[in-house]
């Protein structure tokens, strides 16, 4: 994916080439603007009104020094041309409070987040175009709600044993995240945690998990291989939902629902192997699939399998 970016002439900061204003510094991006006679802030040129106080704005027009949009060309880079060059983060790149990252003001590339940091924070990371990798060490228990969202160019995400919960869209939209290693520490993978990380293949949770949340890797398109652990009670609703390479799923002894749209569209679908734990199927669990159901005789699993004419081969209990 090519974002563009561009340079702040103030602070030298990448930021999208969409932004008015320097993310970091505040500085405007306009050509031209206006100064309101009233409150001294500073407005795109189209304007007749303050956008701050409502003061209609004189015909004066202001030309930045130097213009944004007379940045050198090799100032004009896209994401992934910026990743090639080596950027190591330091204490300055973060925004920390009370041991919580609130903000990460670095320029990306490949970061490693501060021993002794307890937190990520909501929102943290997100939309951070330029960050390749992430590496969280232990004393993180907390990754925030929309900690990494929309970090599209995020390809490997380090995550040391001490996190224990990882919250609500975390990673949703990383399309370029190759591989997550999720471990044993943690207890709750939040709704959306993982939504349309897209170039995802491989993902094993581990008997630690006790919560999947509602979509929480729907449209992992690119998914193919997929591991449970034994602590998870719930299947929940969406949780794989679109995963379209997925051939295989096991469900663990211990899991006791599976709930709607769980498995939805997941139309490579080939075997699926579910324990005789298993004691609630939603109808639309497995909507748009055709496998064969891998279950113990006399299971709830093999009830549904013959209600829904799918091939069943039995087990052992």
Known sequence: MDIKLKACAKCGKQCLADMHFCGYCGEPFWEEYKVCAKCGKQNPAEMSFCGYCGDRLGTELVKTAPSAANIPAKQLVSAAEARKAPVSSSDRDFQIVNGEIARYWGEGGDVVIPQGVKYIGERAFSGCA????????????????????????????????????????????????????????????????????????????????????????????????????????????????????????????????????????????????????????????????????????????????????????????
């Open 130 to 317: 330029t960050l390749t990798s992430i590496d969280i060490p232990s004393s993180v228990s907390e990754i925030g709600n929309f900690a990494f969202e929309g970090c599209v160019e995020l390809t490997s995400v380090n995550i040391r044993k001490g996190v224990n919960y990882i919250g609500l869209s975390a990673f949703e939209g990383c399309a370029s995240l190759e591989s997550i290693n999720i471990p044993e520490t943690v207890e709750i993978i939040g709704d959306s945690a993982f939504c349309g990380c897209s170039a995802l293949t491989n993902i094993s949770i581990p008997e630690s998990v006790k919560v999947i949340g509602w979509y929480a890797f729907a449209s992992c398109i690119s998914l193919k291989s997929l591991s449970i652990g034994k602590g998870v009670k719930t299947i929940e609703f969406g949780a794989f939902a679109g995963c379209r390479s997925l051939t295989n799923a096991a469900i663990p002894y211990g899991i006791m629902s599976i709930e709607e749209r769980a498995f939805i569209d997941c139309i490579s679908l080939k075997d699926v192997t579910l324990p005789a734990s298993v004691t609630d199927i939603k109808e639309d669990s497995f909507k748009g699939c055709r496998f064969t159901m891998h279950c113990p005789h006399g299971s709830y699993a093999e009830r549904y399998a013959k209600k829904h004419f799918l091939t069943c081969r039995l087990a052992l209990n």
